[in-house]
């Protein structure tokens, strides 16, 4: 029952899309006021560097939303294999109103610090805390959060 998928998280189609057109439209903004009406060199500088920085981000958010979120009994990994959390060191969830997490989505406290990692619209880890969330439907982030919440009550 190891690799049996308890729950799926897949990003919406259309919130997929407007965050990467939201994005891109930043990067083009910042971009045409760089050139259009130029000002000081270092905030022209500055204006470029946000505008790719925009255009970067738009790119890694296309990439990363592509994939799913699966929860297995020992892992919560996506869907092209990368572990993001096993769920031995899950500690706590929070999808309290105030919890600093993502939109739709939940927060994970673990045992352990993990790896530094980010996959904008779907999930970050920092430190102790991985978010879930941000273009994926709210129904499906909080079927995965309440399974996991119910695994870690039946640990304890």
Same mark, same amino acid.
């Given at each position: 029952?190891?690799?049996?998928?308890?729950?799926?998280?897949? &990003?919406?189609?259309? %919130? %997929?899309?407007? =965050?990467?057109?939201? !994005?891109?439209?930043?990067?083009? $903004?910042?971009?045409?006021?760089?050139?259009?009406?130029? &000002?000081?060199?270092?905030? !022209?500088?500055?204006?470029?560097?946000? =505008?790719? /920085?925009?255009?970067?981000?738009?790119?890694?958010?296309?990439?990363?939303?592509?994939?799913? +979120?699966? +929860?297995?009994?020992?892992?919560? *990994?996506?869907?092209? =294999?990368?572990?993001?959390?096993?769920? @031995?060191?899950?500690? /706590?969830?929070?999808? =309290?109103?105030? /919890?600093?997490?993502?939109?739709?989505?939940? +927060?994970?406290?673990?045992?352990?610090?993990?790896? *530094?990692?980010? !996959?904008?619209?779907?999930?970050?880890?920092?430190?102790?805390?991985?978010?879930?969330?941000?273009?994926? &439907?709210?129904?499906? @982030?909080?079927?995965?959060?309440?399974? +996991?919440? /119910?695994? $870690?009550?039946? %640990?304890?």
């Amino acid at each position: 029952m190891n690799g049996e998928i308890l729950a799926v998280v897949t &990003p919406s189609p259309v %919130r %997929r899309w407007m =965050g990467v057109l939201m !994005q891109s439209l930043i990067g083009m $903004i910042s971009i045409y006021v760089a050139f259009a009406s130029p &000002p000081e060199p270092k905030w !022209q500088f500055a204006l470029i560097v946000i =505008g790719g /920085a925009a255009f970067w981000s738009a790119r890694k958010m296309q990439r990363a939303t592509g994939q799913s +979120l699966e +929860l297995t009994e020992t892992e919560l *990994r996506s869907s092209e =294999g990368e572990t993001i959390a096993k769920v @031995s060191e899950v500690e /706590a969830i929070d999808r =309290g109103f105030l /919890a600093f997490k993502p939109s739709n989505g939940f +927060l994970i406290t673990l045992k352990s610090p993990g790896q *530094r990692r980010w !996959q904008p619209g779907l999930w970050w880890c920092l430190g102790r805390r991985i978010g879930i969330g941000g273009v994926v &439907p709210g129904h499906q @982030s909080r079927v995965m959060a309440d399974l +996991l919440a /119910a695994m $870690i009550a039946d %640990r304890k």
